[in-house]
């Protein structure tokens, strides 16, 4: 089965996540990268209000996977307005499965992978799982049960 993880990470906390994660998958990743950046407030009403910031070209075609994992810091209990645009970018999704990882300061992971979920469904992809990570556990190198759960229900998806 062919895997990409598709993040954003503006400190570091959910890159990290997810290098781990697709080391026990053997997916490849995906950067998504902001054009420019903005001040955390900017960038905060803009998660907030649901709205789309720019990035730089990525791959946004999924036509040879067969599972895409989108990864995202909270933000004002938000996905990023990165993710959101990567999201919104995507081609040849019908019928290919995705999880969600959410990596947060405190809260907010249920809005996040509410939102994005609903994003990848109307582009007529299958949910699989999602997972949170919380930032202090990251800084102390405490998540590794839950990207072992993730990785594990990834695994055994049966792809149609």
């Known amino acids: 089965m062919k895997i990409m993880i598709a993040y954003y990470s503006w400190q570091g906390h959910t890159r990290k996540v997810v290098e781990a994660l697709a080391a026990k998958l053997g997916a490849e990743t995906e950067r998504i990268e902001p054009v420019k950046q903005s001040s955390m407030a900017t960038k905060a009403m803009k998660a907030y209000f649901s709205l789309k910031s720019d990035i730089n070209p990525c791959r946004t075609d999924l036509s040879d996977l067969d599972h895409l994992i989108v990864a995202t810091p909270v933000w004002a209990d938000h996905p990023t307005p990165y993710v959101m645009k990567y999201i919104s970018l995507l081609t040849n999704t019908s019928e290919k499965t995705f999880s969600i990882l959410v990596e947060m300061g405190g809260r907010g992971a249920d809005i996040t992978i509410k939102k994005v ?44």
């Not at 049960?145 to 149609?160: F, P, R």
Request: no cysteine; aromatic share 4%; hydrophobic share 45%.
């Open 117 to 160: 979920r609903k994003a990848l469904e109307k582009k007529g992809m299958k949910f699989v799982a999602s997972a949170v990570t919380v930032e202090r556990d990251v800084d102390d190198d405490n998540f590794e049960s839950t990207i072992t759960d993730m990785a594990d229900l990834i695994k055994n998806i049966s792809i149609v």
